[in-house]
């Protein structure tokens, strides 16, 4: 693990790492300062942990066989006799207290995911920490032929060689938009995930995993399509955000769509968003308001390569000096304050709870004060944690100093 702070120390200097961070460095009161101490309203106490919840990485659901296709990683056999619950791209939190989470394509690439259902899996947290999978979830289909080329399977249930889902919206009406990478495209399904309308692709962009592609030539790079997306609270508007640049874009600049679920079709660039460095990627963009958004950035390391994980709030109403979208830095992931000890385990030695994992692609507004944080395990192949054990599915809720509540009028 990279070396953390001692308790005295600060959480600006933990906060170095994020090098080139735009926002001021996040400031946390010593662990053993207690609950007592920590007030919102004081800007060196803006963020510390609420809860901390575990799904096994070995959680199995529909018994269909998977795995084929892979090499055994981290101890783990295969192949599996059952669909592992994991890879989670996206966490929609519902009013019960339960969370919708997105599994991705499965297992890392379009070759080696042919027997892997793309799924919505219901979760409920539990106050001791645990996390189960209850009923609610669905997968992905497409038994009335919207897609026009070949499916992996015959009964048109959809697989990770068929899409790479990695974000997910519901709409007033109760449907679901999901921003895929293979294309990049948009996917329209009912709520039971059956698609209602051909995969909308984003004209003039495609990467090498576009299934329509042919002889030309990609202008994304592979695994850098629609990574987050929002909605706007009417439903009218998606905002899908693109992993990485398009051929010819600023390395470090990320476009942000506008598509019309009324007129069916894209309105232009909405804005773009700057990246720390070229070098990391996004892993969610989520509404906060309309002109707020929660954004996930990373590097691409784990356990001691890990140094960049961090979530920002971006106002699209105020510009930095060199005309981006504001940033301003939530939380650094890599340092988390748990001065009540929520994860003791974790925090015990430093005060802090690392979330040291390679891909961390969920992020939804858990309360008014209040986010909730997931990584994406990647089964069996992660070891962020632990070396030489398969990541669990962690969920960390945490509360910030901003209000996110939406703006009035918004």
């Known amino acids: 693990m990279t070396p953390r702070p001692r308790r005295s120390t600060a959480l600006a200097l933990a906060g170095a790492t994020l090098a080139g961070a735009t926002a001021a460095a996040v400031l946390a009161v010593p662990a053993e300062a207690g609950r007592d101490r920590w007030d919102r309203d004081t800007p060196a106490q803006s963020a510390r942990l609420l809860e901390r919840h575990v799904l096994p990485a070995a959680t199995f659901g529909e018994r269909v066989p998977s795995g084929t296709l892979i090499a055994s990683a981290n101890g783990v056999a295969v192949p599996f006799e059952a669909q592992p619950v994991q890879g989670f791209s996206g966490n929609l939190v519902q009013p019960d207290g339960t969370w919708l989470v997105l599994s991705d394509n499965g297992y890392g690439a379009k070759a080696n995911s042919a027997d892997f259902l793309l799924a919505v899996h219901r979760l409920r947290p539990a106050e001791d920490g645990s996390v189960a999978v209850v009923p609610g979830g669905f997968t992905l289909s497409d038994p009335d032929g919207r897609v026009p080329w070949p499916l992996t399977r015959a009964d048109r249930r959809l697989t990770g060689a068929d899409f790479d889902p990695e974000s997910f919206r519901r709409a007033p009406d109760g449907t679901f938009w999901f921003g895929e990478e293979f294309g990049p495209y948009l996917l329209h399904t009912d709520a039971s995930g059956r698609l209602l309308e051909a995969p909308v692709p984003l004209p003039g962009v495609a990467s090498p995993d576009n299934p329509t592609l042919g002889d030309a030539e990609p202008n994304l790079a592979g695994s850098k399509g629609f990574e987050g997306m929002a909605i706007s609270r009417d439903g009218r508007y998606?905002?899908?955000?693109?992993?990485?640049?398009?051929?010819?874009?600023?390395?470090?600049?990320?476009?942000?769509?506008?598509?019309?679920?009324?007129?069916?079709?894209?309105?232009?660039?909405?804005?773009?968003?700057?990246?720390?460095?070229?070098?990391?990627?996004?892993?969610?963009?989520?509404?906060?308001?309309?002109?707020?958004?929660?954004?996930?950035?990373?590097?691409?390391?784990?356990?001691?390569?890990?140094?960049?994980?961090?979530?920002?709030?971006?106002?699209?109403?105020?510009?930095?000096?060199?005309?981006?979208?504001?940033?301003?830095?939530?939380?650094?992931?890599?340092?988390?304050?748990?001065?009540?000890?929520?994860?003791?385990?974790?925090?015990?030695?430093?005060?802090?709870?690392?979330?040291?994992?390679?891909?961390?692609?969920?992020?939804?507004?858990?309360?008014?004060?209040?986010?909730?944080?997931?990584?994406?395990?990647?089964?069996?192949?992660?070891?962020?944690?632990?070396?030489?054990?398969?990541?669990?599915?962690?969920?960390?809720?945490?509360?910030?100093?901003?209000?996110?509540?939406?703006?009035?009028?918004?």
Do not use: C, W
Request: aromatic share 8%; glycine share 8%.
């Open 238 to 410: 998606l905002f899908p955000m693109l992993e990485g640049p398009v051929a010819g874009d600023d390395p470090q600049d990320l476009r942000v769509l506008r598509y019309d679920t009324q007129q069916h079709r894209y309105r232009g660039q909405a804005f773009t968003y700057r990246l720390e460095s070229p070098r990391n990627a996004i892993g969610d963009f989520t509404r906060v308001d309309d002109h707020r958004y929660l954004v996930l950035e990373r590097d691409n390391g784990q356990g001691p390569t890990a140094v960049f994980k961090a979530v920002f709030l971006l106002d699209t109403s105020r510009t930095d000096a060199a005309g981006h979208p504001l940033k301003t830095q939530l939380v650094n992931l890599m340092a988390v304050p748990d001065p009540d000890g929520v994860a003791a385990e974790l925090s015990a030695a430093s005060g802090y709870v690392t979330f040291p994992f390679q891909t961390i692609e969920s992020v939804d507004v858990a309360g008014e004060h209040s986010i909730v944080v997931g990584n994406d395990n990647n089964f069996p192949f992660s070891a962020g944690r632990t070396p030489g054990v398969p990541d669990d599915d962690e969920f960390l809720t945490i509360e910030v100093q901003a209000d996110l509540r939406p703006s009035r009028g918004r």
